[in-house]
């Protein structure tokens, strides 16, 4: 059988590939986001430009086909910027009326860590109730 850590391991990588990490917001939440940060304004204006453009073309995929070369590596460094401040640059639609929608690959961690701990604390002879 695979262990807990190595299925894990292959869930993020998937879900990194696919889904992306960082915590979904509204395009104005997503800038908001950016601009909360203080980066240089060269870095801002070019990260503030892709979740527009990944906005209009309701997608990740829809806009990295149509670039190549340096456009494409300056997009995978945006889209590398955002993951690191925790924004998933796919915006919620404002009709939805929610202004935010936190990653589910945190819940996901967090259930893990909380069935290790409990593992972890059986194994003590510690009730799990005590943590």
Known sequence: ML????????IRDYFNKTIRRGNY????GA????LYRRFK???EDRII???YRINQFRGIHKVRAT??????????????DLAEI???PVTIPKNWGISRIPNLLDAYDRKV?????????EEWGTPASAT
């Open 113 to 121: 860590d909380d069935e290790q701990l409990k593992r972890k604390m």
């Open 67 to 80: 670039l190549q070369g340096k456009e494409l590596e300056v997009f995978r460094r945006t889209l590398s």
């Open 31 to 34: 800038i908001q986001q950016v």
């Open 25 to 28: 917001f509204t395009l104005d």
């Open 41 to 43: 304004r060269k870095k």
């Open 3 to 10: 262990s807990d850590d190595f299925c894990a391991d292959i």
């Open 49 to 51: 430009g892709e979740l």
């Open 86 to 88: 925790n924004v998933n």
